[in-house]
Each structure stands twice: as C-alpha cells, then as structure tokens.
C-alpha cells in the first residue's frame, strides 16, 4: 500500500510564501510523474503544476512566475514553492503521483489534502 501525505499549508497574508511538501511511501518501485491540484469552495479541482522524473515540468497559466515545483526523486518528495499568494489562491492542495507499485500498470495515488488560505 501507498500513502502520499502533505505538510505545509496555513494561513498567510497576501503576497506571503508557503512551501507544501508531499511524501511517498509504501510499496513504490517508481514514480513517473508527481502534481499538485488545488480545489476551492464551489470549483472543480484544477491543476496547479506537474513533474516528470526527469524534472519536467509544466504549470497553470495562473501560477506561472509565481509558484515553483520541484522534486526529489531519492526522497519520493515533491515540492511546491507559492511566492505572491493572492486570495485567489485559497483552496485545498492535493499531491498526487503517478507510480509503480508491482501491478501490472502505473497507479495514480491521492494524498488528503492540505489547506492554504490567504488573506487580504
């Protein structure tokens, strides 16, 4: 079994920074591509970036400049650094990876979700 957990999420004022950290554990014998998603009150959830293993990466138009994902591959740990916070911003963030278990084919794996707020 796989679990992905997050760390990382608050409060902070607009314009602030935060670091989210999610962790892979369990019965991994790879992981392709890692993301984080974002889900606010009342909207679908969204796409907030994406790594492949390689160190490819690929962002919401909203978030490019301002946010910075990263990843390290020895640790199962993905990162996501948010610079300029905005209101906006406010939502729960979600890791989630793409990985080798020892099924027959790549699983996807949700970690719970971690709370950012900001405030105006």
């Known amino acids: 079994q796989v679990h ?6 608050g409060l902070v ?3 602030g920074s935060l ?3 999610c962790t892979a554990s369990g019965r991994i014998f ?3 591509t890692m993301a984080w998603y974002r889900q606010a009150p009342g909207k679908q959830r969204e796409l ?3 790594i492949t293993a390689s160190g490819s990466t690929n962002y919401a138009d909203s978030m490019k400049g301002r946010f910075t994902i990263s990843r ?3 640790k199962n740990t993905v990162y996501l650094q948010m610079n300029s916070l905005k209101p906006e911003d406010t939502a729960v963030y979600s890791c989630n990876a793409r990985l080798h278990d020892g099924l027959r084919y ?3 794996y949700w970690g719970q979700g971690t709370q950012v707020t ?3």
């Not at 992905?4 to 999420?9: D, F, I, K, Y």
């Open 4 to 9: 992905l957990v997050e760390s990382g999420g």
């Open 13 to 15: 004022q607009a314009r």
């Open 19 to 21: 670091r989210l950290i």
């Open 30 to 32: 790879s992981i392709d």
């Open 48 to 50: 907030v970036a994406s």
């Open 72 to 74: 390290d591959n020895a």
């Open 106 to 108: 790549p699983s996807y």
């Open 118 to 120: 900001v405030s105006s």
